[in-house]
């Protein structure tokens, strides 16, 4: 079976632009969590996809969005860039509950 | 709130046992994980163990579970060069009763083995 993959693996945008980066999950999952991995501030919980819906979201501004798609595939979207933005973007995948979840090899997003 | 701490290096030689261990705050977790990462990867998923469970042992692996004072572990037996990483701790809490869990990571331990 296929794992969770992540499209684009590496990104260089300037500040003030906007981007959109893709996760297609393991097939039969319909659970999709996005992470931010900075330095930082380690490992932190974006937001959570079930059946196109937003179930839970974490403590990040409004310009960070997402969505899923009928097919479990999720797409999350920056707006606004913004030097502090530069992190390792990673999507999880799980069956229903976001328990289990394994995880995409994540996309490298470099703000200048 | 919650939070997960972990120590953040530990060096081990080759063959030895390597333990590497965790405190989480939140009581109501369900689920407890370790993760491992390898420099530029994403996350391997090496083993997890269920809040009502002490001990999990899966090959070289080994998880103990101290649910009185929040304290999780992990045990790899024979440790070899390429168990060489950054191993992560998380535990899964339900928000908002909507089946929904996510996780709360550790900052990660950085595991070196000395040939």
């Known amino acids: 079976k296929a794992g969770v993959t992540q499209t684009p693996r590496y990104l260089i945008k300037t500040r003030g632009q906007q981007v959109t980066l893709s996760c297609s999950p393991i097939?039969?999952?319909?659970?999709v969590s996005w992470y931010q991995q900075t330095p930082g501030q380690g490992l932190q919980f974006l937001f959570e996809?079930?059946?196109?819906?937003?179930?839970n979201k974490g403590n990040f501004p409004g310009r960070f969005s997402g969505r899923q798609f009928s097919n479990s595939r999720s797409e999350m979207n920056v707006s606004t860039l913004e030097l502090g933005d530069s992190a390792l973007y990673l999507c999880?995948?799980?069956?229903?509950?976001?328990?289990?979840?394994?995880f995409g090899p994540g996309t490298r997003l470099t703000v200048l | 709130g919650e939070d997960v701490e972990q120590s953040l290096f530990l060096s081990v030689r080759e063959g030895d046992s390597s333990v590497i261990n965790c405190t989480y705050t939140d009581s109501s977790s369900t689920y407890l994980y370790w993760y491992k990462q390898e420099p530029g990867a994403g996350l391997q998923l090496l083993t997890y163990i269920f809040s009502n469970m002490d001990m999990k042992q899966d090959q070289r692996l080994t998880v103990l579970l101290n649910k009185k004072d929040k304290h999780l572990s992990l045990r790899i037996a024979d440790t070899q060069t390429g168990d060489s990483a950054i191993y992560f701790c998380?535990?899964?809490?339900?928000?908002?009763?909507?089946?929904?869990?996510?996780?709360?990571f550790g900052k990660g331990t950085k595991l070196s083995v000395i040939p």
């Open positions: 996809y079930f059946s196109e819906t937003q179930r």
């Open positions: 998380a535990e899964s809490i339900s928000y908002s009763g909507a089946g929904s869990y996510q996780l709360t």
């Open positions: 999880a995948s799980s069956l229903e509950t976001g328990n289990e979840q394994f």
């Open positions: 097939s039969g999952h319909r659970s």
